[in-house]
Each structure stands twice: as structure tokens, then as C-alpha cells.
């Protein structure tokens, strides 16, 4: 089946430091990635949709220049929280959506926690 | 942004009861998905139901597209000490590719 690697699984920086997370698509090329963002007991909200080669659309009310997001390939796309302070800390988690058939679905990462000190 | 909302919010259940929990929405999907997720994890892919009236198991658990468009049911038989977690529904429209996620469902199993 369809597996997305997230990396790192937890990370902890100091304020005004920059951070990236990388997320891969194992056995299948995904077209498209998305970066979602969740604060305890909470659902998942979206911060953007990437596209293999384009920009990345970003949810309205996320800064694009402190989430800088690159999908450079059709197995990897990165975020990369700018200038990190600590109301950035959260669990960041990405999808993604490709594949053949009925069942590619969307997958997710396992997730990165952020802790910014 | 729109989220769907999930029913009960959270359940404290017996080992061995059946739970049902739905997901409803006041706008149409096209594609319903459910997912669990445990602590510190993402969101695993449980059940996706893509026509209306839809029933669809895997394994213990069940989940209905609604004929309306704008729900869903999942129900899980026989809980079991693992089933513990937050369990989340998920839209998709016809025409976008991005989910819309539901509030989540905390599911707790006694022994």
C-alpha cells in the first residue's frame, strides 16, 4: 500500500532558528502534497497544497514566507518553518495523493512535533 | 476553514460494545474517508466510500456513505482495548482535491 515517510518525528529549536521537514512518497509518485498542521485535541487544519514544480497555494491566514514549502520532486516535498518562535510549536503532518486506482487515497505522514524553546 | 462536525465528541465504552459514531456537514461531498489516529501518529486510513448509500466494511468496522451526501457513519463491532484513539471523518468534493476534516471522535475502551 501507499506509504508517506515524515521526517524528523520531533524536533526541538531556538526561537528565531529555521526548521524543515521532509516528506516522502515511498512507493508511489504524488502529484500532490498537502502540509497540515495540528494543535492538541484538535483537528487537522490545512496550511497548504503543493504541486510537483509549482508553487505551493497556501490557506488563507498562513504567512507564506514563514512556511516555506518546496516539492521539488514527485517523492519529496519540504516545509520550512522561518524564523521559528514558540507559538510555531505544534505537529506538523503531511499527505499525500497520487498513485493508480481507487485506493490511492490520501496518506499521511506519521508527523513531526515541533517544539520551539 | 470548514470542518464537519463529528458525533459524540468523545465515548468512554466497554470492551466488547459496538460504537457508532457520524460525521455531518451541511455542504455536499463526493468522497467520504475515515481515519484513526493514535498519539503522536498521523492519521491512518481506515475506510473510503466514494458513491451515495455506499456500506463498506474492513474488518470490524463499518462505514456508510449517506443517501444526502452530507454524512457519514462509521461503526466499529465488538471494540477491543486497541480500538482507542481519535477517529476523524474526511470530505472530498467533486471538483477539489483538499479534505475537509471533521472535529474528531475520542474513543475510549474499558476493560
Known amino acids: 500500500g501507499a506509504v508517506v515517510s515524515q521526517h524528523p518525528s520531533r524536533v526541538i529549536c531556538k526561537s528565531g532558528t529555521s526548521v524543515k521537514i521532509e516528506c516522502r512518497s515511498l512507493?508511489?509518485?504524488?502529484?500532490?502534497m498537502f502540509w497540515y498542521r495540528q494543535f492538541p485535541k484538535q483537528s487537522l487544519m490545512l496550511m497548504a497544497t503543493?504541486?510537483?514544480?509549482?508553487?505551493?497555494?497556501?490557506e488563507q491566514g498562513v504567512e507564506k514566507d514563514k512556511f516555506l514549502i518546496n516539492h521539488a520532486s514527485l517523492t519529496l516535498s519540504t516545509l520550512t518553518v522561518t524564523s521559528a518562535h514558540p507559538e510555531d510549536s505544534s505537529f506538523y503532518i503531511c499527505s499525500a495523493s497520487g498513485g493508480t486506482g481507487r485506493d490511492y487515497g490520501y496518506t499521511f505522514g506519521s508527523g513531526t512535533r515541533l517544539t520551539v524553546v | 476553514g470548514q470542518q464537519l462536525n463529528q458525533s459524540p465528541q468523545s465515548m468512554f465504552i466497554q470492551e466488547g460494545e459496538d460504537v457508532s459514531m457520524n460525521c455531518t456537514s451541511s455542504s455536499i461531498f463526493n468522497t467520504w474517508l475515515w481515519y484513526k489516529q493514535d498519539p503522536g501518529e498521523g492519521p491512518v486510513l481506515l475506510i473510503a466510500l466514494y458513491k451515495a448509500g455506499e456500506l463498506t466494511s474492513n474488518g470490524r468496522l463499518t462505514a456508510q456513505f449517506g443517501i444526502t451526501r452530507k454524512d457519514s457513519f462509521l461503526n466499529i463491532s465488538a471494540s477491543i482495548p486497541s480500538d482507542v484513539g481519535i477517529y476523524f471523518c474526511a470530505g472530498l468534493t467533486g471538483g477539489g482535491n483538499k479534505l475537509t476534516f471533521g472535529t474528531g471522535t475520542q474513543l475510549k475502551v474499558e476493560l
Open positions: 512507493d508511489f509518485q504524488a502529484t500532490t
Open positions: 503543493s504541486n510537483e514544480g509549482s508553487k505551493a497555494t497556501y
